[in-house]
């Protein structure tokens, strides 16, 4: 099958130590960005030094058999087959049985991951979720499998193009380098306007496997000059360094911070292929060589351990994860020596065909099992109904009214209350006023008022974002930068102008929009004053909603899990912190709303008493996260709002256009 007859046999490659060496700092960057070391800020590259020693590696081993004559599509199937899948299925294996343990949304979602990755599509799955840095922080037993998938991927793909690229006597090297040159180009693009799908799909990875093929294939012969290939290997060193020094999860990723690995990776593996290089003999030292002989399995399993070591913890301490990957090390050692060492040697144990048969069946049986739990929605009926209720967000909030245009000629797809009359009043606000809009809308319905919805996600009213809120890899700050923020708030000012409704309703999570460290600074405050005169002038009433109380325990992730360890108690929210935190701001709220300027809502009301916050009401969790309402929770605070919806409703008809 595929066969390619020229010489008699094939040469085994000479074994070159010092790979390991960097697969070594390849795993130990992932591990230790996992256990959120914090000088390891950008330890996620290590993938991209995986990625470009496997394309070297795979290159390689396909361009040397093709030209002994001995390459098949199956035999390199089933090196593949041998080499990945029993210490991965041993990991699947144990983490199904280990997943028990989760909360039923959390294994629903488990199952999900669970079948995605036997069938090796894991990358798929989560593209089309949160992005990867927001999933690290849930609970994703087998978020670190998108990568093996999109390996698999390059697997099926990579060594059948090279056999159709020497059957049609191309230019291998050439079309290599336009598919690389293309797979950059497009991952360049997608990191700017599609971040997920830049970090998960194969097409925005593949240049990462070529640049490593393109330096297995004769283009250029090894350096002769030990001082030039170590003057190489060690810019190689830097730029990796520099990489998991210097990047975090605020950095646009792939594109062009994929560079540095990638281009660092390769600088690595072509300069420590000169005679004596002093660069390869440190890589060969023998603790590097040691763990990256076992770098595959402390990579399968330093992840879900992490995740089931920490899963119970209420306040998860700072070592918890650095000590659950350290424990891993032994766990990827016993894996190298007794599942994967096994089953590498051809023939050993299972022959090709029994070893074929029993991985699909392995992995079927997995995914079965995965979509077991999926059509059983996790399976709640193994927690008590109490914690049951606390574990479920609810739905997700609706943002499909954020970002809309405000065109009085648009269809008014937007509307908040009922269509039958003129809208009076705009909700204006980041994540923090969407999360109100269910509530809202009811509310007018039942005083037969309307509204507009002016909400830009991570977009505040008036205050700049400052250059800390940027932050692409967190959903709440939307795709709003300082500059597109300010737009936006202009095009809110330009639409009140035009329709002059009769109130503005401001909500948002304004302490975080900062760029001093007590909440708002004096800047922000000017021009917070500011935006309030300008909306004034307008003749519009405008009323601030005071952020509501935040707690890391406000999960009901972390709620249910409080529930069964008796410790509830220690996540309420107190309310002095919470005062401090928003003091700022509220001195602003408090001078104008004694000037007359504006009115002020106040969540606190309904949400906590003389010393604390509460987190349930009725057994329902009051917040979707650690920061955002979920329905019941906006339920809640709605009675906040019945004196605004009164007064709307008693104003006369204003003769505008709003709403035509």
Known sequence: MGRIERTPAARPAAYRPEIDGLRAIAVLAVVLFHARIRSFSGGFVGVDVFLVISGYLIAQLIQRESEAGTFTLTGFYERRVRRIMPALLAMLGVSGIAAWMLLPGDFRDFGQSLTAISLFASNL?????????????????????????????????????LLLARRRRWNVSMVLAGLGLASFAYGVWATQGRPEAAFYSPLSRAWEFIVGALLALPLLPAPRNRDLGDGLAALGLVAIGGAILFLSRASPFPGLNALAPVLGSALILYGTRAPRSRVAGLLRIRPLVAIGLISYSLYLWHWPMIIFGGYYAIDPSSHVKPVMALLAFPVAWLSWRFVELPFRKPRSLLSRRTLFVTTAAASGALALYGGAIVLADGLPNRFDPVVQRLSER?????????????????????????????????????????????????????????????????????????????????????????????????????????????AVLLAARWSVYSRGTDGIDDINRQMFEAGVQRVRALGIRIYVVQDVPTSPGADPR??????????????????????????????????????????????????????????????????FDSNHLSAKGAAVVAPLFEQAMRDLAARPARDQTLGK
Not at 576 to 589: E, G, K, N, V, W
């Open 558 to 623: 972390s709620l249910a899990k409080a529930q069964l360890l008796g410790a509830t108690h220690a996540l309420e929210a107190e309310v002095r912190p919470y005062l401090q935190r928003d003091a700022a701001f509220r001195s602003i709220t408090a001078s104008l709303q004694a000037r007359g300027m504006i009115t002020v809502i106040e969540p606190m009301d309904r949400l906590c008493d003389t010393q604390r916050c509460k987190l349930v009401d009725k057994g329902y969790p009051l917040y």
């Open 394 to 502: 609810g739905p997700a909030p609706d943002y499909g009214c954020a970002d809309r245009p405000l065109a009085l000629g648009d269809t008014p797809r937007c509307r908040i209350g009922g269509t039958g009359t003129r809208p009076s009043f705009i909700l204006w606000g980041d994540s923090h006023a969407a999360v109100l809009l269910p509530a809202l809308d009811a509310l007018a319905r039942r005083h037969a008022v309307s509204g507009y919805s002016a909400i830009a996600l991570g977009c505040p009213p008036f205050v700049p974002i400052s250059a800390r809120e940027e932050r692409p890899d967190q959903w709440m700050f939307g795709k709003y930068n300082r500059r597109k923020c300010a737009a936006r708030n202009e095009q809110v000012i330009r639409f009140l102008s035009t329709v002059r409704p009769a």
């Open 125 to 161: 799955l989560f593209w089309h979720q949160d992005g990867y840095f927001k999933l690290a922080t849930e609970a994703t037993p087998l978020l670190h499998t998108w990568s093996l998938a999109v390996e698999e991927q390059f697997y099926i793909l990579f060594p059948a193009l």
